[in-house]
C-alpha cells in the first residue's frame, strides 16, 4: 500500500493567492482528517469526514479555509486568499471507522506564505 | 473539551530508557495512541493501548496506562540514536476524532 498520499510536498505562495491542498487516503478507509501543525500551535484537528461526509469542521479557522471530499479517494484543502499566518505543514491522515481507529498521516504539505 | 498535556522535552543517554509522561481529562477514552514524528516527516504510529488494559509490551516499547489518574507513560528501552524525534499522545473519546497532545522533543546523547 502506498500509504496516504499528500501534493504539493512543498507550496510557496504569495498572500492573497489561493492554494489547493491534495490528499488521497488509503484504499478502504473511509474517514479522512485534515490537521495543521505550527510551532504555536502545535497539532490542529481543522476538519474530517466520514464517508465523504463532513462531520466536523469546529477547527477551520476562517471562511478563508474550505475542504472537500467529491469521493472517497481525493479530497483537497482550499486556502483562499491565503496568509502570511497560514504558513504551516499540513497533514492529512486517514482511518476505517471502527472500534479502534489508527490514523494514518501522510507526509504533509509545507506551505510558506510570504 | 478534551486536553491532552506532555511535558515538552527529555534528554536521555543512548543505552538509556526513556519514559514520556502524558496525562488527559476525557474519562470515556476508548484508545490511546503513541505517535512518533521524526524531522520533516509526517506521524508514524507507534503503539497503542485499550482503555481497559493496564500495561502493553511491544519489543522496546511498554505502555503503561493509569485510568484512575488518566496518566499514560511510553518508556522506550535501550534508546538509540535513531529514537530521537518528536512523539505524541493522543486520545479518542466518542467518535472517531484524536485529541493530540503538544509532543515531547527526545533528543538521544551517544
Known amino acids: 500500500d502506498a500509504g496516504v498520499i499528500q501534493s504539493p510536498r512543498h507550496e510557496v505562495t504569495e498572500m492573497g493567492q489561493e492554494v489547493t491542498l491534495r490528499c488521497k487516503p488509503i484504499?478502504?478507509?473511509?474517514?479522512l482528517f485534515w490537521y495543521r501543525q505550527t510551532m504555536m500551535r502545535g497539532l490542529e484537528l481543522l476538519i474530517y469526514?466520514?464517508?465523504?461526509?463532513?462531520?466536523?469542521d469546529s477547527g477551520m479557522p476562517e471562511d478563508r479555509f474550505s475542504a472537500k471530499m467529491p469521493n472517497a479517494s481525493f479530497s483537497t484543502l482550499k486556502i483562499q486568499p491565503s496568509e502570511p499566518r497560514d504558513s504551516a505543514v499540513y497533514f492529512c491522515?486517514?482511518?476505517?471507522?471502527?472500534?479502534?481507529?489508527?490514523?494514518?498521516f501522510g507526509p504533509g504539505t509545507r506551505l510558506l506564505v510570504l | 473539551g478534551e486536553d491532552v498535556e506532555q511535558s515538552l522535552f527529555l534528554s536521555v543517554r543512548e543505552g538509556d530508557s526513556s519514559v514520556i509522561n502524558c496525562t488527559y481529562t476525557d474519562s470515556s477514552s476508548t484508545y490511546l495512541y503513541w505517535y512518533k514524528q521524526e524531522p520533516g516527516a509526517g506521524l508514524q504510529l507507534l503503539t497503542y493501548i485499550f482503555s481497559n488494559m493496564d500495561m502493553k509490551q511491544d519489543q522496546r516499547l511498554t505502555v503503561l496506562l493509569n485510568k484512575k489518574d488518566k496518566h499514560l507513560s511510553l518508556r522506550i528501552a535501550d534508546t538509540q540514536t535513531g529514537d530521537s524525534a518528536i512523539y505524541f499522545c493522543?486520545?479518542?473519546?466518542?467518535?472517531?476524532?484524536?485529541?493530540f497532545g503538544g509532543g515531547t522533543r527526545v533528543l538521544v546523547k551517544p
Open positions: 491522515a486517514s482511518s476505517s471507522v471502527g472500534q479502534q481507529e489508527t490514523q494514518y
Open positions: 493522543a486520545d479518542q473519546a466518542a467518535g472517531n476524532k484524536l485529541t
Open positions: 484504499s478502504g478507509h473511509n474517514s
Open positions: 469526514f466520514n464517508n465523504n461526509v463532513p462531520i466536523d
